[in-house]
């Protein structure tokens, strides 16, 4: 089992840069595929963003595909979300998430465990 917790969210403006961390503690942290997720007032949660158990492969929604980035040092048992170019589209709930899988996944089925989440607001 893994506990996470993120941190590093806040309110921006427009054009901003956020970077938001993952700490994790529990099982060994290395061995899970790890994932960011993001919930807005009224809407489903969805997929960010996601990194394989070296950080060597990653994927990215769409929507934020080129301002995004996703990495993580396993050493310090961490994952990273730096989030360039905010636009208040982004502004929800941003979750971290791990997983038992071998794969890179996007859905959040396929998540074992959460973070309890940080807020990001983006104003224009």
């Known amino acids: 089992q893994v506990h996470l917790v993120e941190s590093g969210g806040g309110l921006v403006q427009a054009g901003s840069s956020l970077r938001l961390s993952c700490a994790a503690s529990?099982?060994?942290?290395?061995?899970?595929?790890m994932g960011w997720f993001r919930q807005a007032p009224g809407k489903e949660r969805e997929f960010v963003a996601a990194?394989?158990?070296?950080?060597?492969?990653?994927r990215y929604a769409d929507s934020v595909k080129g301002r995004f980035t996703i990495s993580r040092d396993n050493a310090k048992n961490t994952q990273y979300l730096q989030m360039n170019s905010l636009n208040p589209e982004d502004t929800a709930v941003y979750y971290c998430?791990?997983?038992?899988?071998?794969?890179?996944?996007?859905?959040?089925?396929?998540?074992?465990?959460w973070g309890q989440g940080t807020q990001v607001t983006v104003s224009s």
């Open positions: 998430a791990a997983s038992t899988s071998t794969i890179v996944l996007m859905s959040t089925w396929q998540y074992d465990y």
């Open positions: 990194s394989s158990r070296s950080g060597g492969s990653t």
């Open positions: 529990g099982r060994t942290f290395s061995s899970y595929i």
